[in-house]
């Protein structure tokens, strides 16, 4: 495939979309909310696990994860779309393989929503569950409840002599989805990203450079105290990625522009305007204190193509609309976009 090629994978109501644009074409792309995935993103990519009824591996690697978890409703209210875990005994395990034990820089993104903010069971994933050993990276939050990312130097112990990490600045909350990205090139050198911003923070940690134990890295479970039980993640996770590189800032943005655009909302000229019922299964309806400034409204499904169009009308028909997410656009008599939000159609 050529950068100029198109690469759709469609798996329950999620889609990336990959192609090279230039930023011309990325603006005009936005007013549709259409995910744009740079092919970069997927230049080693290790694993990526989109949670869509199973554990499997979507990358071209095959590395597919060993679920010990339950399936529950992602963060767009789909079933069977990520995964759940007790905080007791539930767990993903990654295979085990040393092309998925590399050296730094690395990188890991999710989705994760905590039932519960208490350092024992915010651990995310690692990528080496070694016992009483800090090993491979991992990503969690501190004691305070901020996001962190860290890496260990299997060095037989879990003490701060035994690790480097760095810890954000947002206190994260209970019950909120949270897009998370740790980029980890060295001792002094992370980046941690919440909800698409650069988090800052502080390091901690004398540890050596990285290493691994022979067992397989894991999501939702770390061994993180010496000689104590296991500490196990109590929450939801969904998307997980994980690369044997460092991502760049332009590689983040477009990789948020994808996690996020199905899921918010466009706000043009201060025209602020609701749709309901959403999701809707056969009309829709649009009010708004500014309704007189539209003319007409489109609708376009997440691969660019318009599936209906025409002069707002009081009340619009979607029954002859496929199932699916799609964007819901508004434009004044000149044709200039007002907005658009995200319809669900059931």
């Not at 994260?172 to 990203?193: F, K, S």
């Not at 004398?206 to 993180?224: E, L």
């Not at 104590?228 to 460092?246: E, K, L, M, V």
């Amino acid at each position: 495939m050529n950068i100029t090629d198109l690469f759709f994978y469609f798996r329950k109501k999620k889609l990336i979309v990959m192609k090279s644009l230039n930023l011309s074409t990325i603006a005009i792309t936005l007013v549709f909310s259409i995910p744009i995935f740079s092919q970069d993103l997927t230049t080693d990519l290790l694993i990526h696990y989109p949670f869509d009824g199973d554990a499997n591996d979507a990358s071209i690697n095959g590395f597919d994860g060993i679920p010990n978890a339950t399936l529950t409703t992602d963060r767009f209210g789909n079933s069977n779309s990520a995964y759940s875990f007790n905080g007791i005994d539930e767990y993903i395990d990654l295979p085990i393989s040393p092309v998925l034990k590399p050296q730094l820089p690395v990188t890991m993104s999710c989705w994760v929503k905590f039932d519960e903010i208490h350092y024992t069971k915010t651990v995310i994933a690692t990528t080496d569950f070694a016992t009483d050993s800090h090993s491979g990276a991992w990503i969690n939050t501190s004691s305070a409840g901020n996001f962190a990312g860290n890496f260990g130097d299997n060095t037989g112990n879990t003490s701060s002599p035994n690790r480097r990490t760095k810890v954000g600045e947002t206190s994260l909350v209970a019950d909120t989805w949270y897009h998370v990205v740790a980029v980890i090139r060295g001792p002094q050198d992370m980046d941690l990203y919440v909800d698409c911003r650069n988090d800052q923070g502080s390091y901690s940690g004398s540890g050596g450079m990285i290493a691994y134990s022979s067992a397989p890295g894991s999501i939702g479970r770390k061994d993180s105290y010496y000689g104590g039980p296991t500490s196990y993640f109590q929450g939801t996770i969904d998307d997980f990625r994980y690369w044997n590189r460092a991502l760049n800032q332009e590689e983040i943005d477009k990789l948020c522009q994808y996690d996020l655009s199905v899921d918010q909302n466009e706000v043009l000229n201060n025209f602020a305007f609701n749709v309901f019922p959403n999701p809707a299964n056969n009309k829709v309806t649009l009010t708004s204190s500014k309704l007189e400034l539209v003319k007409s409204y489109k609708i376009t499904s997440l691969d660019g193509k318009v599936v209906k169009s025409n002069e707002l009308e009081e009340s619009i028909d979607i029954t002859g609309i496929s199932n699916g997410i799609y964007t819901i656009s508004l434009f004044d008599i000149n044709g200039i976009s007002l907005g658009f939000k995200k319809l669900v159609i059931n």
